[in-house]
């Protein structure tokens, strides 16, 4: 744990008591602070209230009257569609609002002083790819020798992690929710995957949204930048942060197309990433026989954890080693089989129709086990993919909706995982791959997508034996 500091002997009060709160809670009491806490949820406050916390309701006029600070989980909305009364009326009274990341950055130097070598941090941002790119960044720390750990968004709270070390790094997911209200952010390396419009409601647009991802890259400034350019707002803020043409600061990387200039760039085509530094080339690495980095948007993944990486003075040939031992993250085009020349393939985290079109074109022959509780805006985007499935085997309450909208694709309705994996494995020949990428939500039969995943991983076993 991480004790926030600045807070000794002041009252502060933190909202919304789920694994980000309860950890902002705590570190708050490790640093010397008096801790309030509040969820609308009952048992959440129970929980608190057993590790000695005590509950205050915060939507009385009085409840600020003493708070230094409101600490906010990053579930709360603080300004769009509409603020949280209780934001709202910290707001009002003056009082400053700020989430554990925020804390953690104004907290994590304390005591750096007796390092030799300073703790560095990178942290991962983007619509899509953060969580991969950030795992990875912390297997090639790790396969390196690096002492790394993974916080924020995947794996543990930012505050939870453990006391630092010489030379550590802490390898950090962030989402639009945590960079939009955190009060600082000072990473060593800012890392933009990439953009496409998501959570619109919560910031009010595609601008909006921007901006919450582009305050990683403006609070201070990170000593290195990595952005993906593949899109105009990665182009314009690697635009924004170079001093000039040659300028290393910002690393662009992009995934599909050639990057040219005097200054340094990361880029894969064709299944091989390049570094270009200063005119020339520095490394190539041949990424198509990586089973845990299949398909061009893993690609620009590996370009981002790569960049990153070399920012921190890893080589080539190392970085490459460790790539080459990845085994990718549980439900995201994560091998979990192969058999009689067959490959099983579990993407059970594409739930929507963008990340289930990433899967399709990673792979060619397609068992493809699909649907689900269907989302807006249809089916219509996964053409360009739908040339590789060999045949759809579709599950959920809504099969023969799904099914209708896969044109020119054999569909078989299954509605359970059971029978779905069942026909695939049956029907399966050599150089084919069983891909579950439902291209849905799973709560019409399952309580989030890792159970679904879990499901399919269950039902590929038995069938195999």
Known sequence: ?????????????????????????????????????????????????????????????????DLATLIVSPGIPHLYPAPNPVIA????????VDNDIGLFFRSMGHGWEAFDRMPKVIAVTGSNGKSTTSALIHHLLHAAGRDSQLAGNIGRGVLDIDPLEDGSVVVLELSSY????????????AVLTNLSPDHLDRHAGLGGYFAAKRRLFSEGGPDRAVIGVDEPEG??????????????????????????????????????LTEWRKGRQVASIDLRGIGGLPGAHN??????????????????????????????????????????????????????????????????????????????????????????????????????????????????????????????????????????????ASFDQYDNFEKRGEDFAAQVEACLG
Not at 254 to 271: E, I, T, Y
Not at 385 to 407: M, N, S
Request: aromatic share 6%.
């Open 178 to 189: 945590q960079t939009d209200l955190a009060r600082a952010l000072t990473p060593d390396v």
């Open 89 to 96: 009326a910290a707001m009002e009274a003056g009082v400053p």
């Open 299 to 440: 690609h620009q993944n590996a370009c981002a954890a790569y960049a990153a990486c070399r920012a921190l003075g890893l080589g080539p040939r190392e970085i490459e080693a460790g790539l080459h031992s990845f085994k990718g993250l549980p439900h995201r085009s994560q091998t979990i089989a192969e058999a009689g020349g067959v490959r099983y393939v579990n993407d059970s985290k594409a739930t929507n129709v963008d990340s289930a079109l990433k899967a399709l074109l990673a792979f060619g022959n397609i068992r493809w086990i699909c649907g689900g509780l269907m989302k807006e805006g249809g089916l219509a985007a996964l053409a360009p993919g739908l040339p590789h499935v060999t045949k759809a085997y579709v599950i959920g309450r809504e099969a023969e909706t799904f099914a209708l909208g896969l044109p020119g694709v054999e569909a078989e309705i299954c509605t359970t995982m059971e029978r779905a994996v069942a026909q695939a494995v049956a029907e399966a020949e050599e150089g084919d791959v069983v891909l579950l990428a439902p291209a849905a």
């Open 1 to 65: 744990m991480i004790p926030v500091v600045g807070f000794e002997g002041h009252t502060v009060a933190v909202l919304g008591l789920g694994r980000s709160g309860l950890s902002a809670a705590r570190a708050l009491r490790e640093g010397g602070a008096e801790v309030m806490v509040w969820d609308d949820n009952p048992a959440a406050r129970a929980r608190a209230e057993e590790e000695g916390f005590e509950a205050r309701e915060m939507t009385r006029p009085a409840a600020f009257a």
């Open 235 to 272: 182009r314009y803020l690697a635009n924004q942060m170079a001093e000039g043409p040659g300028d290393d600061r910002v690393i662009r990387i992009s995934s599909g197309q050639k990057l040219s200039g005097p200054g340094w760039q990361v880029f894969a085509r064709k299944g091989f």
